[in-house]
């Protein structure tokens, strides 16, 4: 059987979490395959409303393996605070596989990645301050610690003694704060190997198996296409290899490409971006802002702020130069459309068909910063539906605005929207075809 990806089409928060807790019912295993705790994922299910950063979505299906692939970089302590989270509110984590091969977040990561946005002064990215951007950086330097390293007590403190012995000069000599205590990370980072153990595993092994034996994967991305290191919004991207785009996901989970044939991409049904960098179609005052930012028209307690962050997310109109550019990166086969309810108390809605750049007419991502900032929308208007569509269930029960609005969505996207959600419940979705291809509607 083909694997899955779950993608996020923007630069994150679109709702990817619902999406895989939704999908996972049809797969034997949900694997997280890239980035770390920088990311977070909403659930609202029987049990509760859970803000996940680690742990993969399909938890909540007792049945399915859960795996952590070694593409992700954990933050132990997040990870263990997590797992038991989940325990304490009845959610088994019997399922929950570790890579061996995945990087570890070490309190140098946490340091550095504070002090260097600092440094930047006006340059700052405005990352999340988990130390997942210099976790990767390690990887990527070939000075990382995995989570092997830490069941090994005798080769974990030659190791660490190695790395700390540089990581505390650069703590000291570049950013003047004071060095850390080789005695107190070993002995708290061998406990937390110790207590991770249990779930450690070849997941390479059981990805691969579990695919030969023809059993149905979910790979779950994290954050958004637009983020990605290579082919986003350039620098303010996120560090993560393998990358935030579908392509990654074989990478960091241990399968081969052509193990990839479905590819589900989710876009919010207009636009949010948490941090800095260029966003076109960003509303930066007055009532839209507001009813947006707010949720109005939608389901109470839905406001746009950040899983990771808490911080207020910028947003705007649904950008299809982006979603389109996003689409065709990743292969999008099916589109899950969230948030629709959020647009229920607007008379008029904008979509963004193009941009203007100094007095030329583009359809495409402009390479460079300064072309980015320079990009004006060029907007489409269409009528609103004011209508509660929260408990609508069936594509026809929209309102004919509403179903427009999707449509044009489709053909931006040249991909078919196959989910839509109109609310945060497990049950508040439209669904006219799973992503295996049998027609529901």
Same mark, same amino acid.
């Given at each position: 059987?083909?694997?899955?990806?779950?993608?996020?089409?923007?630069?994150?928060?679109?709702?990817?979490?619902?999406?895989?807790?939704?999908?996972?019912?049809?797969?034997?295993?949900?694997?997280?395959?890239?980035?770390?705790?920088?990311?977070?994922?909403?659930?609202?299910?029987?049990?509760?409303?859970?803000?996940?950063?680690?742990?993969?979505?399909?938890?909540?299906?007792?049945?399915?393996?859960?795996?952590?692939?070694?593409?992700?970089?954990?933050?132990?302590?997040?990870?263990?605070?997590?797992?038991?989270?989940?325990?304490?509110?009845?959610?088994?984590?019997?399922?929950?596989?570790?890579?061996?091969?995945?990087?570890?977040?070490?309190?140098?990561?946490?340091?550095?990645?504070?002090?260097?946005?600092?440094?930047?002064?006006?340059?700052?990215?405005?990352?999340?301050?988990?130390?997942?951007?210099?976790?990767?950086?390690?990887?990527?330097?070939?000075?990382?610690?995995?989570?092997?390293?830490?069941?090994?007590?005798?080769?974990?403190?030659?190791?660490?003694?190695?790395?700390?012995?540089?990581?505390?000069?650069?703590?000291?000599?570049?950013?003047?704060?004071?060095?850390?205590?080789?005695?107190?990370?070993?002995?708290?980072?061998?406990?937390?190997?110790?207590?991770?153990?249990?779930?450690?595993?070849?997941?390479?092994?059981?990805?691969?198996?579990?695919?030969?034996?023809?059993?149905?994967?979910?790979?779950?991305?994290?954050?958004?296409?637009?983020?990605?290191?290579?082919?986003?919004?350039?620098?303010?991207?996120?560090?993560?290899?393998?990358?935030?785009?579908?392509?990654?996901?074989?990478?960091?989970? #241990?399968? *081969?490409?052509? !193990?990839?044939?479905?590819?589900? =991409?989710?876009?919010?049904?207009?636009?949010? @971006? +948490? &941090?800095?960098?260029?966003?076109?179609?960003?509303?930066?005052?007055?009532?839209?802002?507001?009813?947006?930012?707010? #949720?109005? *028209?939608?389901? !109470?307690?839905?406001?746009?702020? =950040?899983?990771?962050?808490?911080?207020?997310? @910028? +947003? &705007?109109?649904?950008?299809?130069?982006?979603?389109?550019?996003?689409?065709?990166?990743?292969?999008?086969?099916?589109?899950?459309?969230?948030?629709?309810?959020?647009?229920?108390?607007?008379?008029?809605?904008?979509?963004?068909?193009?941009?203007?750049?100094?007095?030329?007419?583009?359809?495409?991502?402009?390479?460079?910063?300064?072309?980015?900032?320079?990009?004006?929308?060029?907007?489409?208007?269409?009528?609103?539906?004011?209508?509660?569509?929260?408990?609508?269930?069936?594509?026809?029960?929209?309102?004919?605005?509403?179903?427009?609005?999707?449509?044009?969505?489709?053909?931006?996207?040249?991909?078919?929207?196959?989910?839509?959600?109109?609310?945060?419940?497990?049950?508040?979705?439209?669904?006219?075809?799973?992503?295996?291809?049998?027609?529901?509607?």
């Amino acid at each position: 059987m083909p694997a899955v990806v779950v993608i996020g089409g923007q630069w994150g928060d679109e709702g990817k979490g619902r999406v895989v807790d939704f999908h996972s019912q049809y797969c034997s295993v949900i694997a997280r395959y890239s980035a770390g705790n920088n990311a977070g994922h909403t659930i609202i299910n029987e049990k509760g409303k859970f803000a996940l950063h680690l742990v993969p979505a399909g938890i909540f299906r007792q049945d399915k393996a859960c795996v952590i692939g070694n593409g992700v970089v954990i933050d132990p302590a997040k990870l263990l605070e997590e797992i038991a989270m989940l325990s304490d509110r009845g959610v088994s984590v019997a399922g929950l596989m570790i890579s061996q091969l995945a990087h570890v977040i070490m309190p140098w990561h946490l340091a550095i990645d504070k002090a260097d946005e600092a440094l930047r002064g006006e340059l700052a990215i405005g990352t999340t301050g988990t130390g997942t951007g210099p976790a990767f950086h390690d990887k990527v330097g070939r000075s990382g610690i995995r989570v092997a390293d830490l069941l090994d007590r005798q080769h974990f403190a030659w190791k660490l003694r190695t790395v700390l012995e540089y990581k505390n000069r650069i703590l000291t000599q570049l950013y003047g704060l004071p060095p850390l205590d080789f005695d107190q990370i070993f002995e708290t980072y061998t406990e937390h190997g110790e207590r991770m153990r249990p779930y450690v595993a070849d997941t390479i092994a059981y990805v691969q198996e579990a695919h030969a034996r023809g059993e149905m994967i979910l790979l779950e991305g994290a954050q958004g296409s637009l983020l990605d290191l290579d082919t986003g919004t350039y620098p303010y991207v996120t560090s993560s290899v393998p990358a935030s785009v579908a392509a990654g996901g074989a990478i960091g989970i #241990g399968l *081969g490409p052509t !193990a990839i044939q479905r590819v589900v =991409g989710v876009y919010k049904s207009y636009q949010t @971006r +948490v &941090g800095y960098g260029p966003m076109a179609t960003e509303i930066l005052e007055g009532g839209d802002m507001e009813m947006l930012r707010e #949720g109005i *028209g939608g389901v !109470a307690g839905t406001a746009e702020y =950040g899983t990771t962050t808490g911080r207020a997310r @910028r +947003v &705007g109109w649904f950008d299809g130069v982006l979603a389109r550019y996003t689409a065709r990166l990743n292969g999008v086969t099916s589109v899950a459309l969230t948030r629709l309810d959020s647009l229920s108390a607007f008379e008029r809605l904008k979509i963004c068909v193009a941009y203007e750049v100094d007095g030329e007419r583009v359809t495409t991502l402009p390479a460079t910063l300064a072309g980015a900032s320079k990009a004006t929308p060029v907007y489409e208007e269409m009528p609103g539906w004011q209508q509660d569509v929260t408990d609508v269930r069936h594509l026809g029960d929209l309102p004919t605005e509403a179903r427009n609005y999707v449509r044009r969505i489709e053909q931006l996207l040249e991909a078919r929207v196959d989910m839509i959600s109109v609310g945060p419940e497990r049950s508040q979705a439209i669904v006219t075809r799973d992503v295996f291809g049998a027609a529901l509607q």
